[in-house]
């Protein structure tokens, strides 16, 4: 299971922070990913993250983002930075697995976590 | 990036009759391994996406064969041969062929 964590209001400037836990299975062999949903509008990819670290994001956020994986704890997280509120979004967790050919296929989707930023 | 567009944006139907929806991409997702990198989800009211179609056409596990996927290049369809209640939601195709992964607007399934 995923299951994401974090605060649900940020203000407007700050940094958003969430945490999604890989509760069974293992945690190599995938690209763990951020996908977020603005209230009411669709989806969009944020970026991802493997075992060893690499990461690739949207070049939309790239200058914004960081995900990072510590396989340890068995968890990977997501930092935006200099959030306003087009960043208020439900934001999901989702595991892709490398090896299985399908391209960049989302197999397995954590509950959402809804960020709010305001003041 | 590769931008999706789906119709329509609305789409009511009634239990039992078939219905069918389309996904167009800005660039083929034809890979040269043979396989359309087009998935179909579901997103059902208050829950999570779900994985429905990949490679265009291959249902993912435990989807019911009512739900079928088509289409090569740039055109795509999803077709549920006839549809239940808990059919009902937000149906969203997505390029699976390179980043930024992308994802079309969504196609809204209701009850008539």
């Known amino acids: 299971q995923l299951q994401p964590s974090g605060p649900g209001l940020v203000k407007p400037s700050e940094t958003l922070s969430l945490t999604c836990s890989v509760s069974s299975g293992s945690i190599s062999s995938y690209f763990w990913t951020w996908i977020r949903q603005p209230p009411g509008k669709g989806l969009e990819w944020i970026g991802y993250v493997d075992d060893s670290g690499y990461t690739n994001y949207n070049p939309s956020l790239k200058s914004r983002v960081t995900i990072s994986v510590d396989t340890s704890k068995k968890h990977f997280s997501l930092r935006l930075t200099s959030v306003t509120a087009a960043d208020t979004a439900v934001y999901y967790c989702a595991r892709d697995s490398i090896y299985d050919n399908r391209g960049y296929t989302f197999d397995y989707w954590g509950q959402g976590a809804l960020v709010t930023v305001s003041s | 990036e590769i931008v999706m567009t789906q119709s329509p944006l609305s789409l009511p139907v009634t239990p039992g009759e078939p219905a069918s929806f389309s996904c167009r991409s800005s660039?083929?997702?034809?890979?040269?391994?043979?396989?359309?990198?087009l998935d179909w989800y579901l997103q059902k009211p208050g829950q999570s996406p779900q994985l429905l179609i990949y490679w265009g056409s291959n249902r993912a596990s435990g989807v019911p064969d009512r739900f079928s996927g088509s289409g090569s290049g740039t055109d795509f369809t999803l077709k549920i041969s006839r549809v239940e209640a808990e059919d009902v939601g937000l149906y969203y195709c997505m390029q699976a062929l390179r980043t930024p992964v992308t994802f079309g607007g969504g196609t809204k399934v209701e009850i008539k």
């Open positions: 660039q083929s997702l034809l890979h040269s391994d043979g396989n359309n990198y």
